[in-house]
């Protein structure tokens, strides 16, 4: 019988230490699959062991985040069963809009980066910090991940591989290595949240893109679904399935779906609604659905 792994690769920032995170992540999780298939939520409930956090992020900022102060917030966020009608307004809002203009100058324009709001800066700077390699940094989350994914792909695991916002890029990264550079063999199921892969400032910095035709792409990836909340600034091109057309045509990946519209994500802060947390995505019901498709597929 096939064993399933589900992995998590999060995004930028210092996150809590990696047992605390794990379980929270996990039970958002389970919450989203809930949402759509009950049944399928207890079966995942028990089986917590085949879900893996790759927390690169002690490694890369040397620092962990204080959580505290979150967890009401996560636990308000598994109470209200949705986006509330503020939600949605705020997702709508003429500062996201405008963050995401900026943005869109910069990712057309990498001249004018320098001249955005820090805020919106900052989603760059970390950006370049990981494409750069800074002391080695990349190669040390890559090889991080492929500590975990490696033998599943050798064992023939059924793998379902969850890249939220930088850690998209980082899982991406990976599998093309594996699979051009490594030489390992197997396929995973790929499922991006907030993700930045479609910007081009992004896309044309990860590894393969100055290749040609197969090399240029990851061929690990069986069916790729990428979800974009509205209002997250992050998530800026939500079409992958035109940028990654060619992974397509060449036959590299069977599916590319993009869900996007009328997708939000509810969680919500004594700073108001933020549009990316991972925990806010891993409930959507949605997501939820794929996840626990992917469960009873395998």
């Known amino acids: 019988m096939t064993t399933?792994?589900?992995?998590?690769?999060?995004?930028?920032?210092p996150k809590p230490e990696e047992t605390l995170y794990s379980k929270l992540l996990w039970r958002t999780l389970v919450e989203g699959v809930r949402r759509t298939d009950s049944l399928v939520a207890d079966t995942l409930q028990s089986n917590q062991k085949q879900f893996h956090l790759v927390n690169w992020n002690g490694l890369y900022y040397h620092s962990y985040q204080d959580i505290t102060g979150d967890i009401p917030w996560i636990d308000a966020l598994i109470n209200k069963h949705?986006?509330?009608?503020?939600?949605?307004?705020?997702?709508?809002?003429?500062?996201?809009?405008?963050?995401?203009?900026?943005?869109?100058?910069?990712?057309?324009?990498?001249?004018?980066?320098?001249?955005l709001p820090e805020e919106v800066r900052s989603i760059v700077i970390e950006i370049n910090r990981y494409f750069n390699n800074i002391d080695n940094v990349a190669f040390k989350v890559r090889e991080l991940l492929k500590q975990s994914l490696r033998p599943m792909l050798e064992h023939q695991d059924a793998v379902l591989?969850?890249?939220?916002?930088?850690?998209?890029?980082?899982?991406?990264?990976?599998?093309?290595?594996?699979?051009?550079?490594?030489?390992?063999?197997?396929?995973?199921?790929?499922?991006?949240?907030?993700?930045?892969?479609?910007?081009?400032?992004?896309?044309?910095?990860?590894m393969g893109m100055n290749n040609e035709n197969e090399k240029r792409y990851p061929n690990q990836i069986r069916d790729w679904v990428n979800f974009s909340a509205e209002g997250d600034v992050v998530a800026l091109n939500r079409k992958f399935k035109e940028s990654f057309h060619q992974m397509l045509e060449?036959?590299?990946?069977e599916t590319i779906e993009d869900r996007h519209h009328g997708i939000y994500n509810s969680y919500r802060s004594d700073e108001g609604l933020d549009c990316h947390r991972a925990y806010g995505y891993m409930v959507n019901p949605a997501v939820g659905r794929i996840i626990a498709d992917w469960w009873m597929k395998h």
Do not use: C
Request: glycine share 10%.
């Open 82 to 115: 949705g986006p509330t009608e503020l939600d949605i307004h705020d997702a709508h809002s003429w500062m996201l809009w405008l963050s995401r203009l900026l943005l869109t100058m910069g990712d057309d324009i990498p001249l004018l980066i320098r001249l």
């Open 161 to 206: 591989l969850i890249g939220h916002s930088l850690g998209s890029a980082i899982a991406y990264d990976t599998l093309w290595e594996l699979s051009n550079q490594d030489g390992v063999e197997g396929k995973v199921d790929f499922l991006t949240l907030g993700s930045p892969l479609g910007m081009h400032y992004i896309k044309r910095r990860l």
């Open 4 to 13: 399933k792994q589900i992995i998590f690769v999060p995004g930028k920032n």
């Open 250 to 253: 060449l036959g590299l990946v």
